[in-house]
T-cell receptor
Framework: QQPVQSPQAVILREGEDAVINCSSS?????VHWYRQKHGEAPVFLMI?????EQKGHDKISASFNEKKQQSSLYLTASQLSYSGTYFC?????????????????FGQGTILTVHP | EAQVTQNPRYLITVTGKKLTVTCSQN?????MSWYRQDPGLGLRQIYY???????DKGDVPEGYKVSRKEKRNFPLILESPSPNQTSLYFC????????????FGPGTRLTVT
């Protein structure tokens, strides 16, 4: 069962902030975030592990709420280069073994457009 | 330079003609995976491998085979391709230790007629 991302699309002006959510109906072990530009391969942004802390990458950070089985990606002071499709990949707790990765299931993606 | 290579990048083939898409990584990552990406369906995992000789099914394994005889290589085999396997395929490798790097190959666009 696919995690659900919201919103499906967001349009920003440069400098504005955005939040993208990834929700699961099943217990999560890890959440992975990616950005993909049109015609290119996905690029890994960060991973959040169960019991881990909020991560950050320049002005992009993420959190993992284990109780709600939800992760949020925060983009602050957006830049034109942030435009693309963001999607989450989830590893369910039932698949996880120790610190190993397992089966990954992906959200449908959120299209982010940043205008000057 | 960290790299995941895939070959071929583009392939047009006919139904039933066996093909192999190669994937190789130079980072000594334990975990490798194959995905397909289709409009409206997003990215879906086909097979993954935790290490040499260890492979497991993802969400859409039907019609595909994989092998992991060496750590760096993870080929995807379509023994009898069908038109519904027309898609964009990505290979990826993942480090299982911090900082948990992940890299994708450039993609293989496959068309089966």
């Amino acid at each position: 069962q696919q995690p659900v991302q919201s919103p499906q699309a967001v349009i920003l002006r440069e400098g504005e902030d955005a939040v993208i959510n990834c929700s699961s109906s099943k217990a999560l072990y890890s959440v992975h975030w990616y950005r993909q530009k049109h015609g290119e391969a996905p690029v890994f942004l960060m991973i959040l592990l169960k019991g881990g802390e909020q991560k950050g990458h320049d002005k992009i950070s993420a959190s993992f709420n284990e109780k709600k089985q939800q992760s949020s990606l925060y983009l602050t002071a957006s830049q034109l280069s942030y435009s693309g499709t963001y999607f989450c990949g989830t590893e369910y707790a039932e698949n996880a073994g120790g610190t190993s990765y397992g089966k990954l299931t992906f959200g449908q993606g959120t299209i982010l457009t940043v205008h000057p | 330079e960290a790299q995941v290579t895939q070959n071929p990048r583009y392939l047009i083939t006919v139904t039933g003609k066996k093909l192999t898409v190669t994937c190789s990584q130079n980072m000594n990552h334990e975990y490798m995976s194959w995905y397909r990406q289709d409009p409206g369906l997003g990215l879906r995992q086909i097979y993954y491998s935790m290490n040499v000789e260890v492979t497991d099914k993802g969400d859409v394994p039907e019609g595909y085979k994989v092998s992991r005889k060496e750590k760096r290589n993870f080929p995807l085999i379509l023994e009898s391709p069908s038109p519904n396997q027309t898609s964009l395929y990505f290979c990826a490798s993942i480090s299982l230790a911090a900082p948990y790097e992940q890299y994708f190959g450039p993609g293989t666009r496959l068309t089966v007629t």
